[in-house]
């Protein structure tokens, strides 16, 4: 290293040696001015003898480099015709200006020059190469081969009529994609199966009809497992477990599940249909996991009211049934296990927040209102975080704001909910189990223990880990599981009469006054309010309408569409604070014509085009609008779309519809 060093020190550059031997002689010119003229002769001659090795090596090192050049031009153009993968160079508009031979073999053409190549390859798009921003490569199907096709975009030199080429590397991937497809079709799948109300169907029967009714649902699950060359173990006696191939998954989406058509058919003196749920773990790293994948679809499916199959394949879910209405089954010893486990949740905490969904109802407001009921009951601070008041709540807003207004402390903005929450708060969250549709979604990152009471189906976007889940699709609404709450919390609950009209208010709304999916515990439950003092005619007055209010109805209806004779379809184009409550009540009146048994009103409110949906029943209309990214019940269901005219918005819907009927989910 110090050698390295040492010699490349004395390597100094010429130059700097005819500068000294210049300055030394004109020193020496001015004592000895006949030497220094021999000395200025002799620098001269040194000066030219320089230029002349520089030049002499410029030359040299050129023909060096250019013979160089010529003997790679020589070997590249060798290498590329003779390369052993074919190659191809085409025009950014898919014309061929140049192959090599191995491309020839491979299409099976000779003379294709000046030929476009989507005509030699149908299925091949140059613009798929341009919009790529980072891949370098795409996909084809030659002749029964695959190939993954490697380009390069050159841009050329003193080319003026074109700026560009693209060169194309075709690499035969079949065997690596037939062993890819053989592996994807031979990988294991997990699928669970419960039967959804196996006792209440049984219960109906005469005891020496039940095993013949078992006996045939056993037999048409065998029946699909051999189908599907699948492993079937029943491990209780309403539940199976089936180990399948993925390549039978295609057939079993195909024919959209139809075991649960089959299923619920069976009709051997059961006066109660019997139904299914069908949970399928898919792309699982191990057995493991596809057993966790199968156990959270099938959750889902009963979450979402049952009779009804998910896939789940990693993050993404895909939903098939869901046909029937979903029958009541709860247990009042499930409420009174929830009420009590909510009691000590909330003793625990100091803090407890309480939050529906964004621009909330009657049902997502009253439910709030019985939290808060249940909270004061065990002497706790609570509150309820509302993100302003809409159309829909302001009339029990007001009323509380007049005839209560202390209650009004309790209730708080997102904002301030945000800064008064810690990890250790708990929060209930009402109405809704979408984190992002929540008033305050970042209230659920800070609060570590969340309590989830909802009654719509269970969609894919779900609050991460709660610690208790009271999720019943069977129930009215939200305001029903509350005041149940509320009733075994305590010996005796101390609920105020305007807190009791606001839990009638909710379940009034989701009934519709009582005439959809109203079950015995709905009764039972608006018993109870009647009887802490909720006064009738006060609700009643809650729901009241001014005359603009009613004229804007009336137009709606007026200008509905019927499709399919059966489907009316209508928007409402006027602007106003109340234009998301008008769609929906509007919904709800076109069900009174005759004829109609599903109903979809479309309005435009801050930007955003939102959808009431409503159905009788012969229709789900949550299928339909989780089409549209939105979710709800089988008989009420809404969406949202952003950044779309309303126009546009209808033919969507139109769309999704028509899909709906042709699928016959009807």
Not at 158 to 166: A, E, F, G, P
Not at 415 to 427: G, P
Not at 561 to 581: G, H, Q, V, Y
Not at 626 to 647: F, P, R, S, W
Request: aromatic share 8%; net charge negative.
């Amino acid at each position: 290293m110090i050698s390295n060093k040492f010699f490349k020190f004395l390597n100094v550059d010429t130059k700097i040696y005819l500068w000294i031997i210049g300055i030394l002689i004109g020193i020496i010119s001015i004592y000895e001015p006949k030497i220094g003229a021999f000395g200025v002769i002799l620098l001269i001659y040194l000066i030219y003898y320089h230029w002349k090795n520089i030049h002499l090596r410029k030359v040299e090192w050129q023909k060096y480099i250019e013979g160089l050049t010529a003997e790679f031009d020589s070997a590249t153009k060798h290498a590329i015709l003779n390369l052993p993968i074919p190659l191809a160079m085409i025009e950014v508009d898919g014309t061929i200006n140049w192959y090599n031979p191995k491309f020839s073999e491979i299409i099976e053409k000779e003379d294709i020059l000046e030929k476009n190549i989507s005509e030699i390859i149908p299925n091949f798009n140059v613009d798929d190469i341009i919009e790529k921003d980072k891949e370098m490569f795409i996909e084809a199907t030659l002749k029964d081969r695959q190939y993954k096709v490697l380009y390069n975009v050159v841009k050329l030199k003193n080319r003026s009529d074109r700026d560009y080429i693209i060169m194309l590397y075709w690499i035969d991937i079949t065997a690596f994609s037939t062993l890819k497809t053989k592996y994807n079709s031979e990988k294991d799948n997990v699928c669970l199966i419960q039967i959804d109300n196996y006792e209440d169907a049984i219960k109906t029967m005469d005891e020496t009809e039940r095993p013949i009714i078992l006996a045939e649902i056993d037999k048409r699950i065998n029946t699909l497992s051999s189908r599907i060359n699948g492993l079937i173990i029943k491990y209780e006696s309403d539940k199976y477990i089936i180990i399948f191939e993925n390549k039978y998954l295609d057939m079993l989406e195909n024919k959209k599940f139809n075991i649960l058509d089959d299923i619920r058919e069976i009709n051997l003196g059961n006066d109660i249909p019997v139904t299914l749920s069908i949970g399928v773990g898919v792309n699982g790293k191990n057995p493991s996991q596809l057993y966790e994948f199968a156990k959270g679809a099938i959750e889902i499916a009963l979450g979402r009211g049952g009779d009804q199959a998910v896939v789940k394949k990693i993050d993404k879910l895909s939903f098939y049934g869901g046909k029937s209405k979903a029958v009541e089954k709860r247990t009042k010893v499930k409420a009174r296990v929830i009420s009590h486990a909510l009691r000590q949740l909330i003793d625990q905490s100091e803090k407890i927040f309480i939050m529906g969904h964004k621009i909330g109802d009657m049902d997502s407001f009253g439910a709030s209102v019985g939290i808060l009921r249940a909270v004061k009951n065990r002497n706790k601070t609570g509150y309820i975080v509302l993100d302003g008041i809409n159309p829909s709540i302001k009339s029990i807003f007001e009323k509380i704001k007049n005839e209560h207004p202390e209650y009004l402390k309790n209730i708080i903005s997102p904002e301030e909910a945000v800064s008064l929450a810690t990890k250790d708060s708990l929060c209930v969250v009402v109405d809704i189990h979408r984190p992002n549709y929540t008033e305050a979604p970042e209230l659920l990152d800070i609060i570590e223990k969340k309590v989830l009471i909802d009654h719509h189906r269970r969609g894919a976007a779900f609050i991460k880990d709660p610690v208790l889940i009271y999720l019943e699709p069977y129930a009215s609404s939200t305001c029903e599981l509350v005041t149940e709450i509320l009733y075994y919390m305590a010996d005796k609950s101390s609920i105020e009469k305007f807190e009791a009209e606001a839990l009638l208010a909710g379940i009034t709304v989701d009934t519709k006054s009582f005439t959809f999916k109203t079950g015995v515990r709905t009764f039972e439950a608006a018993s109870f309010l009647r009887r802490s003092g909720a006064d009738t005619t006060a609700v009643r007055q809650l729901f009241q309408d001014d005359l603009n209010t009613f004229i804007l109805k009336a137009n709606v209806v007026k200008n509905a569409k019927i499709i399919d004779k059966r489907i009316a379809i209508s928007t409402m184009d006027t602007e106003t604070d109340d234009a998301i409550l008008i769609a929906a009540q509007s919904a709800d009146d076109l069900l009174n014509i005759s004829g109609i048994t599903a109903s979809f009103v479309l309005t435009m409110y801050d930007g955003i085009v939102h959808i009431s949906g409503r159905s009788l029943g012969d229709i789900n209309v949550q299928v339909i609008m989780e089409k549209l990214g939105g979710g709800g019940h089988l008989t009420v269901a809404g969406a949202q779309l952003k950044d779309i005219e309303i126009c546009k918005a209808v033919e969507m819907v139109e769309e999704v519809i028509k899909e709906y009927l042709e699928e016959g989910d009807d």
